[in-house]
Nanobody
């Protein structure tokens, strides 16, 4: 079974930066697609950014130019660098991955809290 573990959340002032990491563990043959979602209190979970195995990326409009998604295929890890953070970025951030283990899988991490406040 493939597990995803996020780290790097915390409290930061507006304009600050945080780097989230996502580590996939288990017997993984390939990690084809990784994404970051977030869910603010009282709101639906929303897609923030995605990255394919080839490195193609997508960002939701509200984070373009501020967030950067990346991945390390050799280590089966992913990251989300978040700069110029705003209070509206406050949410629980989740890592999501699709790939192949002994069978195809899709997994969610447990989430990490990001709070942007002065």
């Amino acid at each position: 079974q493939v597990q995803l573990v996020e780290s790097g959340g915390g409290l930061v002032q507006p304009g600050g930066s945080l780097r989230l990491s996502c580590a996939a563990s288990g017997s993984i043959f390939s990690l084809n697609f990784m994404a970051w979602y977030r869910q603010a209190p009282g709101k639906q979970r929303e897609l923030v950014a995605t990255i394919t195995s080839g490195g193609s990326t997508y960002y939701t409009d509200s984070v373009k130019g501020r967030f950067t998604i990346s991945r390390d295929n050799a280590r089966n890890t992913g990251s989300l660098q978040m700069n110029s953070l705003k209070p509206e970025d406050t949410a629980v951030y989740y890592c999501y991955a699709v790939g192949a283990s002994q069978k195809p899988f899709s997994s969610w991490g447990q989430g990490t809290q990001v709070t942007v406040s002065s």
